[in-house]
């Protein structure tokens, strides 16, 4: 099942260009890294890709009914306990607990480390349902 079709994809900053006519298809199945220099244009791409953004030229579809799930460079978590902010099913608790953070589920997610907001915003994207999962520096 194609996830993501892109064709012609064109994106520029002033003065310079991040990517032109770019074409990608994503299947069920895939993965894929992105590997570039810092500023040209990686979380652009992937912005564009999960529909965040839509590109200056060229189109991207998704396929019927597919859902995306996105970790972003700086995703916002908002305010409430590290449980609250990832979400309460067996599935989140099951990820917050692989990825360590077990002993802080009950402490508020600012009064916890940078790290710990990291893994707990991957948390979040691991444990939603989605048939694309779009990663932007998880580590």
Known sequence: MILVDAQGVTMTRPGRSLFTDL??????????????????????LLRVLAGQVEPEAGAVRRGSGVRVAMLDQADELG??????????DWRAEAVLDRLGLAAVLD????????????????????????DLLVLDEPT
């Not at 990608?24 to 895939?30: C, H, I, P, Y």
């Not at 305010?79 to 309460?88: F, I, L, P, Q, Y």
């Not at 916890?112 to 444990?127: D, M």
């Open 23 to 44: 074409s990608l298809t994503m299947s069920t199945g895939d993965r894929i890294g992105v590997v570039g220099v810092n500023g040209s244009g990686k979380s652009t």
């Open 79 to 88: 305010h409430g306990t590290v449980r609250e902010v990832v979400g309460g």
């Open 107 to 130: 402490r508020d997610i600012q009064a916890v480390s940078g790290g710990q907001r990291k893994r707990a915003a991957l948390a979040r994207a691991l444990s939603t349902e989605c």
